[in-house]
Nanobody, 125 residues
Framework: QVQLVESEGGLVQTGGSLRLSCVASGRTLGAYDMAWFRQAPGKERELVAAISWKSEIIYYANSVKGRFTISRDNAKNTVSVEMNSLKPEDTAVYFC??????????????????WGQGTQVTVSS
């Protein structure tokens, strides 16, 4: 079993920045993909950013491209996302996720096997 624990989100003003981190613990998994999803009230959970095992492949949703940066540290079993130039539209619960399968990095939520607890990010206008 794998546990993912996210850092606390928070409240930030429009144009501000916030960094989220996620630590995985449990059994050694070997190669695995990690991602950040977000879900706003009444909306489906959407893939925000994803990163492959050795960071060879990185994906960003068009809505965050150029503003968010995903990174990982496999020695520490962590994945982080730096969120810059935040907009009210970024307000959501953010989840980190881990995929043990060898499928495509860009995949729906159902393809990811383990999830963090979710943390609220609110961007005020």
């Amino acid at each position: 079993q794998v546990q993912l624990v996210e850092s606390e989100g928070g409240l930030v003003q429009t144009g501000g920045s916030l960094r989220l981190s996620c630590v995985a613990s449990g059994r050694t998994l070997g190669a695995y993909d990690m991602a950040w999803f977000r879900q706003a009230p009444g909306k489906e959970r959407e893939l925000v950013a994803a990163i492959s095992w050795k960071s060879e492949i990185i994906y960003y949703a068009n809505s965050v491209k150029g503003r968010f940066t995903i990174s990982r540290d496999n020695a520490k079993n962590t994945v982080s996302v730096e969120m810059n130039s935040l907009k009210p539209e970024d307000t959501a619960v953010y989840f980190c996720a881990l995929k043990t399968s060898s499928g495509a990095l860009v995949a729906p939520a159902g393809a990811y096997d383990y999830w963090g607890q979710g943390t609220q990010v609110t961007v005020s206008s």
